[in-house]
């Protein structure tokens, strides 16, 4: 799965910079997937990018937004539901690396 910032977040920033992946970003700040520039996910709040969010599988036992965040709104996207394997296929393809 991926997580996904709920809207009660606080816009600390705290989330961010723990990103192995570097799948969040700030609020209205177009994010970069493969070379590609995209719009914002959210023009209000820092969001999560699901193709990017591997929920820090291969990195750490738990995901690092979620351990940082003061008010708790990194959580898992229901709708975005991946197995650890494909979890860590997507951390390899995205770190450069052989599976």
Not at 68 to 87: F, G, H, K, R
């Amino acid at each position: 799965m991926a997580l996904f910032i709920d809207k009660e977040c606080i816009n600390c920033g705290a989330c961010e910079p723990e990103c192995p992946n570097t799948a969040i970003y700030a609020n209205d700040v177009e994010f970069e997937f493969f070379g590609k520039k995209f719009e914002p996910l959210n023009k209000e709040l820092y969001y999560i990018v699901p193709e990017k969010c591997t929920e820090c599988v291969g990195f750490h036992e738990e995901p690092q937004c979620a351990a940082v965040c003061p008010v708790d709104v990194c959580i898992v996207d229901p709708e975005w539901t991946e197995s650890n394997a494909q979890l860590l296929s997507k951390k390899n393809d995205l770190q450069g690396q052989v599976a």
